[in-house]
């Protein structure tokens, strides 16, 4: 019963990865710039991002169910700081387009996992139980 939360989590994290990748990927366009080049929109550099906190979200909750509960508090807590890094990196740090597109999907799927991921873990940590995750 104590692997049931960190698996959930990583197939959640096995599910961020794939919107970003496979079912709610971002657009491909790109914008020209006035000295003639041409970069990508804001979202593709969001999508990028969300990929590297992806790989963490797998990697830390791959270790949580390697490592057991030793450590389960600290690494509840670093997975919640990287799902907030997420919903983040699409809203406030880099965001997408303004205009309505594919990346609006994306990060509706973002905030949904990444928001699941962040009550599991604060659920995790409060119903420490046996483990006793939280101090006396």
């Known amino acids: 019963m104590k ?3 960190p698996v959930i989590q990583l197939v959640l994290s096995l599910a961020v990865l794939g919107a970003l990748k496979v079912w709610a990927p971002v657009c491909d366009g790109v914008i020209d710039l006035a000295n003639g080049n041409q970069t990508h929109m804001k979202c593709w550099f ?3 991002a969300g990929i590297g906190l992806a790989i963490v979200l797998i990697a830390v909750y791959g270790v949580a169910l ?3 509960s030793d450590k389960r508090k600290l690494i509840q807590i670093v997975g ?3 799902a907030i890094a997420l919903i983040l990196e699409f809203s406030s740090f880099i ?3 303004m205009m309505p597109m594919a990346c609006h999907l994306t990060r509706k799927w973002m905030f949904g996992l990444a928001g699941a991921i962040i009550v599991l873990a604060v659920a995790d940590v409060v119903t420490g139980g046996k483990d006793k995750q939280l101090p006396e």
């Open 3 to 5: 692997k049931i939360i």
């Open 80 to 82: 919640a700081v990287a």
């Open 66 to 68: 390697i490592a057991g």
């Open 95 to 97: 965001g997408v387009c």
């Open 46 to 48: 969001a999508s990028q």
